[in-house]
């Protein structure tokens, strides 16, 4: 379940710039005046800065659970990015608004797997005989590609739930198709046993696939994170070398090969857990988005926790979310001309829904 968040940042202590000063001292008012008209969801990438005003912090799947649950908001304001606010969207259902503070926040991943180019690959796998396919997208894409697997029999996962429906849809069809992480469908297809001949690509450019067509039991297409395709096997060595006995744990958007060398690999909530549960003195080399790394280091000073390559950035879309941007948007509320309303089309959110409900039923 989501962590629900103390207000950290309601003094922001004395070396504060005025400037920002003032704006948590806006978003504790604003905050306040609205109540529980306004549910703030916060996911774990976010900054300090802005994580500390969340009602709720998670992943992606436990916030989209929290917006399919939490009937009372008026407003569910997602700090995080387009994709997230949408799928919020299409749980919240009818007389409640999703709003995404910036709305330039996107992902570069979703981005990688247009619907069309999308329909293309399912077509000409269709004509070369390669179905029956299941297709499985992560629920980093767009709410059409949720639409598209709802319509064809599929569903969306989440990197906590990604084996579980991986394992549902080869146990409905002849092969899946896995988008638009190729990290996390390969990654999650080695963890069930598929061996690397079981798994071809679709590079989405060519329109070809590559690898044993015959052979391949999951297609995954050529999509991936910028951030978490940063780590690679010499940051495993390092961080052994750094630190002697030290756990590595990694997000299985990571490349198979760093996955192969860590101790284990999870979703943002199971990397949390593993922290949580560790006892003191320990120490972690954590390959996923440097604040929740950060964080985690903040939060359990009794071990020792450091990310697996430092110099990889945290996430540019995610950084995008500020306290400037999210107090504009209460704001906005609070003045009745909401603003940054992300809304998906009915037909849409209703064939994304029996993809999401898939889902929900299998994990
Ligand atoms: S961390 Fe990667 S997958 Fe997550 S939003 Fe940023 S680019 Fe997309």
Not at 71 to 85: L, N, Q, S
Not at 165 to 181: E, H, I, K, N, S
Not at 298 to 317: H, Y
Request: glycine share 10%.
């Amino acid at each position: 379940m989501p962590q629900i968040c103390p207000k950290l940042l309601a003094d922001p202590g004395p070396a504060a710039e005025p400037f920002a000063r003032e704006t948590i001292r806006r978003l504790g008012q604003v905050r306040a005046q609205l109540g529980r008209r306004a549910l703030i969801l916060g996911h774990h990438y976010m900054s300090d800065a802005v994580i500390g005003w969340a009602d709720a912090v998670g992943d992606s799947l436990a916030l989209s659970r929290l917006a399919a649950t939490q009937k009372e908001a008026e407003f569910i304001v997602f700090c995080g990015v387009h994709f997230m606010a949408e799928t919020a969207d299409i749980l919240a259902g009818q007389g409640r608004r999703v709003i995404l503070p910036d709305g330039g926040a996107g992902c570069p991943m979703a981005d990688m797997a247009a619907p069309e180019q999308v329909e293309q690959c399912w077509q000409e796998l269709a004509r070369l005989g390669h179905g029956p396919i299941i297709p499985i997208t992560y629920v980093n894409s767009s709410a059409r590609l949720k639409a598209f697997c709802g319509r064809h029999g599929g569903a969306v996962c989440t990197s906590s739930n990604a084996r579980a429906v991986l394992a549902w849809a080869l146990g409905q069809g002849r092969r899946a198709l896995f988008f638009p992480d190729q990290h996390l469908g390969r990654n999650t297809a080695l963890a069930l046993g598929l061996t690397p001949r079981e798994i071809a690509m679709w590079r989405r450019d060519a329109a070809v696939l590559e690898g044993e067509a015959a052979q391949a039991r999951v297609i995954v297409w050529d999509g991936f994170c910028p951030v978490h395709v940063e780590f690679g096997p010499a940051d495993v060595a390092r961080a052994r070398a750094r630190q002697a006995g030290v756990k590595v744990v990694v997000h299985p958007e990571c490349p198979s090969q760093v996955v192969a060398l860590a101790d284990d690999s999870g979703s943002t909530e199971k990397i949390i857990g593993l922290v949580e549960a560790a006892p003191a003195g320990s120490a972690w080399a954590i390959g996923t988005e440097i604040n929740l790394v950060r964080r985690l280091a903040a939060r359990f000073a009794d071990k020792t926790i450091f990310s697996l390559n430092e110099s990889v950035a945290g996430c540019p879309d995610m950084a995008k979310i500020s306290p400037t941007n999210l107090l504009a948007s209460l704001e906005a509320i609070l003045d009745g001309k909401p603003r940054g309303v992300v809304g998906v089309d009915e037909a849409t959110a209703r064939q994304a829904a029996v993809a999401l409900e898939r889902m929900f039923a299998v994990s």
